[in-house]
């Protein structure tokens, strides 16, 4: 069992940053591929980036490549996205998700078995 716990959101302006912190627990966070996902109002949950268990490897959607990067810290069962230039556009919930894969990395929404309740990030134009 995994329980995740993100925080950093808030309000922004356009071209603003801000950093999302992934806290897990238990002892078995390095064994888990770790993504971010983001649902706007109306709109269904997208795949933002994600990162294998050692952090070697690293996936963007396209939406944010060059803008945002994933990261992790297996000492402190913390991921993170770090989010530059961000767009009105960006406004959303965003979750951080927990998948067993060994050394890959997934988009798949449905690969993920545990789920942080998610922070709001709000970009104002």
């Known amino acids: 069992q995994v329980q995740l716990v993100e925080s950093g959101g808030g309000l922004v302006q356009a071209g603003g940053s801000l950093r999302l912190s992934c806290a897990a627990s238990g002892r078995t966070f390095s064994s888990y591929a770790m993504g971010w996902f983001r649902q706007a109002p109306g709109k269904e949950r997208e795949f933002v980036a994600a990162?294998?268990?050692?952090?070697?490897?690293?996936y963007y959607a396209d939406s944010v490549k060059g803008r945002f990067t994933i990261s992790r810290d297996n000492a402190k069962n913390t991921a993170y996205l770090q989010m530059n230039s961000l767009k009105p556009e960006d406004t959303a919930v965003y979750h951080c998700?927990?998948?067993?894969?060994?050394?890959?990395?997934?988009?798949?929404?449905?690969?993920?078995?545990?789920w942080g309740q998610g922070t709001q990030v709000t970009v104002s134009s």
């Open positions: 998700a927990a998948a067993r894969l060994g050394p890959l990395v997934t988009t798949n929404v449905g690969m993920y078995s545990y």
């Open positions: 990162i294998s268990s050692s952090g070697a490897r690293t």
